[in-house]
C-alpha cells in the first residue's frame, strides 16, 4: 500500500514548522515518529497534500526535571520514557503507560506528541495524562502556550490544538503513588479499557481511556471515594459507553469498573 | 528528494519519491528482498530491521524518513558464509516453519539479546509481541533465540 503523492518537508526548527502549518493549513499534517499517521495514510483515510517532518527538531527529544515537574519533549519515544531514570523516579506511571504500549518496534518509534495530538480514543497517554493534571505545551504562530489535559481532549480525533499549533513538550507534575492498567486489545494492543489512578493526598484522580470517544476524568469515583475501592461502581455514571467488535456497552462498562477498582486497590 | 542511508555497512544515495516506505526503498530499489511486507501497517513485525540499532516496522517509517540513518536487515546479519548465531539457532531449533515471518523474527531477537543478552522464556516472548507467525511456531523460535543467547554468551 502506498500512500497518496504528497510534498515532504523537514522542518529543522518549531518556528519553521508551525509557518509552514500556518501556510498550508488543512492540507498538511505533523510527521513524528509516524506510527499512526503513516498506516493512516496508507490506507487512504488520510491525504494530505504536506507533510511537515517535526522528527529531526532539536531539542523536542528531551526528558528534563524542572522542580517539582517533569517536561517531556513532544518527540520523545514510548521507549526514550520507559527507559527514563528520571521518570521512572518521579511519574512512575508515565513509566508504567509507555511499557503497555504497541510492542517494541512501535515503541521505538512512536512519540507521546503524537500520540496525544492524534487522540485515538483507544490510546493509552490521555487516561494518565488526565489523572496526573499534565499540562500540555503547544507552540503556534502567536507563540506558546500552555493546555490543561482536562482541556485538551475534545472528542474523537479531536483536540484543542489550533490548525496553526504543534505539541513541542508535555510538563508532569512528579506523582507518587499512582498507577496504570489496562485491558488490551489483544492484537493491536490498545487499549480497550485503560484506566490511570494518581492518589493525592486523601483523594483520588482517575483518567479513563477506551472507554468514551473522549478520554475523560472519573469525577463521579473520585467524589465517592472514601479510601477503599467501592467508588469503582461510579466508572461509567454519566458517561455515553462505546460499542465496538471488541466489546459492547455491557462487557466495556464492566471492564471500566474492574480496572477502576484494581487501581484502587493497587 | 536525495536521501542517503547506510544499509548493512553501505552507503546509498538515492533520489526517492516521499511515499515509499523504507520497505519498499529496501526491497524494490536495493533489491533487498530478505524484508517482507506482511500487514504494511506495523501490526506483524515481517519488515523489521534496526535503525540506528533499534528493531523499527520499516513498512511505516518513510524511506525519507531513513534519510542519514544505519540500517542493518536480515541480509546484514551473516558474515560471509557464516550465519549469524541467531540463525544459526533458528536452523538448529526448527524456528521456522513456511519461513515468512522469520527474517522479522531475527532483527528483532537481535534487539532483545542487544538489551537482555540472557533472557527468560517470559521476556523473550514479551519482547516479540510485536512479530507475528502465522504458522504459530512460537515454541520454537522462542527455543532458538534462547538457544542463541547461550552461543552468543559462552
Known sequence: MIPSKFNYIKASSVSEAVNLL???GFDAKILSGGHSLIPAMKLRLNRPEVVIDIGGIPGLDVIT????????????????????????????????????????????????????AHADPSADYPATVLACDATIIVAGKNGSRNIAATDFFQGIFT?????????????????????????????????VVGVAVVFDGSGVKVGIT?????????????????????AAEHAV?????????????????????????????? | MKITVKVNGVAYTHEVEPRISLTHYL?????????????????????TVTMDGKAVKSCTILAVQADGSDITTIEGMANGNEMHPIQAAFKEHHGLQCGFCTPGMVMTAADILKNNPNPTEEEVRHGLEGNFCRCTGYHNIVKSIRHAAEQINS
Open chain 2, 27 to 47: 526491497r524494490e530499489i536495493l533489491d533487498l528482498t530478505g524484508t517482507h511486507i506482511g500487514c504494511d501497517t506495523s501490526g506483524c513485525g515481517a519488515c
Open chain 1, 159 to 191: 483536540t484543542a490544538l489550533e490548525d496553526d499549533e504543534i505539541i513541542t513538550a508535555v510538563r508532569f507534575p512528579k506523582i507518587a503513588h499512582g498507577n496504570y492498567h489496562k485491558f488490551y486489545q489483544s492484537a493491536s494492543r490498545f487499549a
Open chain 1, 65 to 116: 526535571e524542572e522542580g517539582d515537574a517533569v517536561v517531556i519533549g513532544a518527540n520523545c519515544t514510548h521507549q526514550q520514557i520507559l527507559n527514563s531514570q528520571v521518570i521512572y523516579k518521579n511519574v512512575n506511571i508515565l513509566k508504567q503507560t509507555a511499557a503497555t504500549i504497541g510492542d517494541v518496534q512501535v515503541r521505538n518509534k512512536g512519540t507521546i506528541g503524537g500520540s496525544l
Open chain 1, 237 to 266: 455514571d454519566g458517561v455515553e459507553v462505546m460499542s465496538d467488535h471488541f466489546a459492547d456497552v455491557e462487557y466495556r462498562s464492566h471492564l471500566a469498573k474492574v480496572f477502576v477498582k484494581k487501581g484502587l486497590e493497587a
Open chain 1, 22 to 24: 500556518d501556510e498550508h
Open chain 1, 210 to 230: 477506551g472507554v468514551a470517544d473522549t478520554p475523560y476524568r472519573a469525577t463521579k469515583v473520585e467524589e465517592a471515594y472514601n479510601g477503599d475501592s467501592s
